[in-house]
């Protein structure tokens, strides 16, 4: 219990005032000017048939006493001129019986008085920033939290929506025929202001998430209830326990479900909830040997969700809309409606159909990258578990949940979620999640003692030779006669390692942020340029008396030519251009909007993963170096390999026999 020295010796008397109680404080503890206060007042107290409420007043005035004036003149910071002390040895004294009272008070409360308010005992406990919160003795709830990934942070904010807020947005979307609306689209901060207003985390019904990269997202919150009497919902606790609910509340943000915890007062994950797993807790789920029923198994489902890794492919219709909205396809829409009504059509028309097959390619390109990235994810396939007392069942892959022991096939397999491995020994296959062809051996999670297993926390990067990762080959098993090779589901769907990979292929970081930035830039430059022009040519005609029509027309006009009303649809053109070059090299993109950064690219690193580390090698050919006088020569290549024609001891015949991977 963390507590203030000042204000909790306060807040304790309050609390004796409130409850009525009195001290059960040892009488070996040392007399102070407050302690023996406080034991006078709770002496009257047994023997005094007076009123809780007159005796808090003499209770008040006691109190106030010598002791008061030390913590008014240390609360605000005196010197100690104003403390009533004749030196520093006697203030520190003094501090110390204050505490020794404090400690009474709180031990009397925790122990003694079962009833007690919880708000009240929040008061003592809370941490100094929970202190700094408190209103009328009770806490604050926040609006703002961070949420600790393992590459990013997450600024996250509550909101309730605004009926009137609302009713006002929609009102100014439809006098501006939809112009307004879509500047919320553009400018997502601005759309949760005119919609919603702020409040706690703990009661809101909508969140804005912000990340590193200032990428916004305006996320519901959903709340399911618990309808069904034989089926509650869980959350972990974090040391392989689980927490009863009656409903669960949790918005989702790219992919991954974010609940909230209601012992923390704030939105965590799965993965956050269990980075405290006890080491024990595995061998515990594998003792028994009796599986998880049906009946834990249906809680988990709801709280972990199905194990599938899917890529939902766009509608087209969706597609198209968010290309066509973007600020530089609607300045293209005004662009050709002014040279319509000037009679400017051939021009127009061009613009036009560059702007449509600009989209079109756009769309195409997003649309077949999503299309072969589900394809290459999205994997379902039966496996084996024991459930329901020990009861060897074929299930779907998708149905495997959070402690299900699962047992590995002697043929292999593809691992369908992340596994820490209990028994037996596995060589699997990690290339397609780390690049490194060259098989690794699994081992099982060793056994420890009770208390040592209790206290070691499990480490993805300790006990990462135990963990079998989702996506990976299983090449071999080895075990026991008469024993299976069991593993207990860690994670699964994008909690995973592989779900992990997806969603940066999804969601990648903005690395062509500074050529956007300037691109703006040379956009705003000529914004301007434009703003001069317009001013100059509604001044210039108005003197020469032109029609109001005609100024209108030619003032924007040279809005329409300064800003280059073609740009994005030459961008678009010119990077699908390029991406055939790369395909015909066989370089292959699956993110078109960065080959514009990588033409400022003057130095490439690559790696030997696959090269040096492949196990697949075939012997090729061989060339012979015969000494020269001034410098040794190179044979030619043989691609027949004899080894009776070669010297016994030979320089040519150790290295064939020493440079490649085999093993016995």
């Not at 605004?162 to 979307?173: K, N, V, Y």
């Not at 968010?322 to 396809?329: N, R, S, V």
């Not at 829409?333 to 400017?344: A, G, L, P």
Request: some cysteine; overall charge neutral; proline content about 5%.
């Amino acid at each position: 219990m963390k507590l203030n020295p000042i204000w909790s010796h306060q807040t304790s008397f309050t609390i004796f005032r409130k409850l009525g109680i009195k001290s059960q404080a040892g009488d070996d503890e040392p007399d102070s000017p407050l302690t023996g206060n406080i034991r006078e007042i709770v002496s009257r107290r047994e023997s005094s048939e007076s009123t809780p409420l007159l005796l808090a007043a003499e209770e008040e005035s006691t109190f106030n006493q010598p002791s008061s004036r030390l913590y008014n003149s240390m609360a605000v910071g005196s010197s100690s001129q104003s403390l009533p002390f004749d030196n520093e040895e006697n203030l520190r004294q003094e501090h110390i019986n204050a505490d020794k009272l404090s400690k009474t008070a709180h031990y009397y409360i925790r122990n003694s008085v079962p009833n007690i308010p919880q708000n009240i005992i929040e008061m003592e406990e809370g941490n100094d920033e929970n202190n700094n919160n408190l209103n009328d003795g009770e806490h604050q709830q926040p609006h703002h939290a961070e949420i600790e990934l393992q590459d990013e942070t997450l600024n996250i904010f509550g909101y309730e929506r605004s009926i009137p807020r609302t009713f006002g947005m929609w009102l100014l979307t439809i006098s501006t025929v939809g112009i307004f609306r879509l500047v919320l689209h553009w400018y997502p901060e601005w759309f949760v202001w005119f919609t919603a207003r702020k409040t706690s985390l703990a009661n809101c019904d909508h969140i804005l998430v912000k990340d590193d990269h200032l990428n916004i997202a305006f996320r519901p919150i959903k709340i399911i209830n618990n309808n069904c009497k034989n089926v509650g919902y869980i959350l972990p606790k974090g040391n392989g326990q689980m927490y009863q609910l009656d409903k669960l509340r949790f918005f989702t943000y790219r992919k991954l479900k974010y609940f909230w915890y209601p012992q923390k007062n704030c939105f965590v994950t799965i993965s956050q909830l269990e980075s405290e797993l006890p080491v024990n807790y595995f061998h515990h789920c594998v003792s028994s040997q009796t599986g998880l029923a049906d009946n834990s198994v249906e809680q988990r489902l709801f709280t972990y969700g199905k194990n599938l890794i899917e890529v939902k492919v766009k509608p087209l219709v969706v597609l198209l809309f968010k290309e066509a909205i973007t600020p530089f396809y609607i300045f293209q829409v005004f662009s050709v409606t002014v040279w319509y009504m000037d009679n400017y059509a051939y021009f127009a028309s061009i613009i036009v159909a560059m702007s449509v097959m600009s989209i079109g390619l756009d769309v195409y390109q997003i649309r077949k990258q999503e299309r072969k990235l589900r394809s290459m994810v999205h994997t379902d396939d039966q496996v084996q578990v024991l459930r329901n007392g020990g009861k060897v069942e074929d299930i779907s892959s998708a149905n495997l949940v959070h402690g299900d022991i699962l047992l590995i096939p002697p043929r292999g397999c593809i691992l369908q979620c992340d596994a820490v491995l209990m028994t037996g020994t596995v060589i699997v296959n990690e290339a397609m999640l780390t690049g490194e062809s060259m098989p690794i051996t699994k081992v099982a999670m060793p056994e420890t003692d009770e208390e040592h297993g209790e206290t070691q926390i499990f480490s993805f990067k300790e006990h990462s030779k135990h963990i079998l990762y989702c996506g990976t080959q299983v090449l071999q098993t080895r075990y026991y006669p008469g024993k299976h090779v069991q593993a207990v589901v860690l994670r699964t769907a994008y909690s995973t390692l592989k779900g992990q990979l997806v969603r940066s292929i999804m969601y990648p970081k903005p690395v062509d942020f500074r050529f956007t930035k300037d691109l703006f830039k040379f956009v705003g430059f000529l914004a301007c340029i434009a703003g001069l022009g317009f001013l100059y040519t509604i001044l210039v005609m108005i003197s020469r008396g032109s029609s109001a029509w005609k100024i209108i027309i030619r003032s924007l006009d040279i809005i329409t030519i300064v800003v280059p009303p073609a740009l994005p649809a030459a961008m678009s053109i010119g990077i699908f251009a390029a991406q055939m070059r790369l395909r015909a090299k066989q370089i292959f993109c699956i993110s078109p909007s960065t080959i514009n950064t990588c033409g400022a690219i003057n130095t490439v690193c690559f790696d030997k993963t696959g090269t040096l580390t492949e196990d697949g090698l075939d012997f090729n050919c061989f060339r012979a170096i015969f000494p020269r006088k001034e410098l040794p020569e190179f044979g030619n290549e043989l691609h027949d390999f004899c080894t009776d024609e070669l010297p016994e001891n030979g320089e040519l015949l150790k290295a064939v026999a020493t440079c490649h991977s085999l093993t016995r």
